[in-house]
Nanobody
Framework: QVQLTESGGGLVQAGDSLRLSCAAS????????MGWFRQGSGQERMFVAR????????SYGDSAKGRFAVSKDRANNIIYLQMNNLKPDDTDVYYC?????????????????WGQGTQVTVSS
């Protein structure tokens, strides 16, 4: 069983930056890829960014392109989401997730393990 723990969320003003972290623990951690998702109350979970574990291949959802950057620290089993120029529309709970099966998917159903989420609130 893999445990994922997010941190770094908070209340910021529009234009500010935040860096979210996701630390993995548990059994030997060697996923195919990791992803960041966001979810608002009563809404579906939406893809934000993903990164392959074997190299630095990344991709982003439309809302994240040009403003967010996903990265990882393989030695410590941590992934990050650097969020710049935040907007009120970025307000949501952000989740990290890991996928063990090969494939480059953005659907939340592809990911087996999830963190508890961290709240990001951006005021105008």
């Amino acid at each position: 069983q893999v445990q994922l723990t997010e941190s770094g969320g908070g209340l910021v003003q529009a234009g500010d930056s935040l860096r979210l972290s996701c630390a993995a623990s548990g059994r030997t951690f060697n996923p195919y890829g990791m992803g960041w998702f966001r979810q608002g109350s009563g809404q579906e979970r939406m893809f934000v960014a993903r990164i392959l574990w074997k190299d630095d291949t990344t991709s982003y959802g439309d809302s994240a392109k040009g403003r967010f950057a996903v990265s990882k620290d393989r030695a410590n089993n941590i992934i990050y989401l650097q969020m710049n120029n935040l907007k009120p529309d970025d307000t949501d709970v952000y989740y990290c997730a890991s996928a063990s099966r090969p494939g480059w998917r953005t659907s939340p159903s592809w990911y087996e393990d999830w963190g508890q989420g961290t709240q990001v609130t951006v005021s105008s």
